[in-house]
């Protein structure tokens, strides 16, 4: 094992990551950077702790004719071999590794960096959340990584891999779905936004099988779950209407009052038989809400002290 540096800043330590990925792997084919030196492929290791683990076949093979064209442009990141003496371990590149393989070149171009064990770990997600080709649970499953293993905030994160803050949160919000789901997701039979939808649903499965056999679009799927929430349909179904209770005189008269006493529309949804239901406070202006919020703070116990 490498010997450990220091403990880094998180935020100067993942730009400083960063940095070392897009040096590395530049966005503009059009600009390649100088390699440090070239390196016999067979003195090339991979990263035993490389998390992603598959690489599509056909995807390497046109990677593979590129090369075979134009060399590769993007030097690869390695760092001595804490195994082997007089090789090199992968960093960030491993593709362009084995698709050098395939188009059977004999050295490659490489950035030796002097990393420690957390930190190829780290650059090794960076690279795989930087890809363009992730499904969105690889995507979530990267930033969480990133989160949970080297204390990274979504704020750090959003900063540094240039995403919103929102981006990140919605994203690794979906690790919360079922297996099932995120099986669907992987394989494109759901969108991201159609698992987003069905995070706060009581059943996710059913009503995902339901929009996958259905075709429905992302804001079809949102109005399925908010009838699913009220117990208009059966979830999971998605086809058979339940016949809302007409509600009875008392609760008309209090959501009567209620609009009254607010100027807005006050819903009350009380299922028949249950304790629990829903208020719904329905606003047409900005400054009817700020008026809702500053009626709620004055009855709250805070606003009355």
Known sequence: MADRKPKRGLGRGLSALMADVNEGHDRHENAPQPPDRLVPIERIEPNPDQPRRAFDIGALEDLAASIREKGIIQPLIVRPSPR???????????????????????????????????????????????????????????????????????DMLAKALGKSRSHIANTVRLLGLPDEVQTWLREGKLSSGHARAL???????????SVIQKGLSVRETERLVKAAERGDIAEGKGAKTRPVAEKDADTRALEGDLSAGLGMKVTVEHRPGQESGRLVIAYDTLEQLDELCRVLSVSSPAGSR
């Not at 990393?115 to 992730?134: G, K, P, S, W």
């Not at 995070?199 to 099988?209: N, S, W």
């Open 199 to 209: 995070i706060t649903a009581g059943d996710p499965v059913g009503l995902a099988r």
């Open 84 to 154: 082997t003496k007089g090789h090199f371990e992968i960093v960030a590149g491993e593709r362009r590794w084995r698709a050098a393989q395939m188009a059977q070149l004999h050295a490659i171009p490489v950035l030796i960096r002097d990393f420690n064990d957390t930190e190829v770990l780290e650059v090794a997600i960076i690279e795989n959340v930087q890809r363009a080709d992730l499904n969105p649970v690889e995507e979530a499953a990267g930033y969480n990584q990133l989160m949970q293993k080297f204390g990274h905030t979504q």
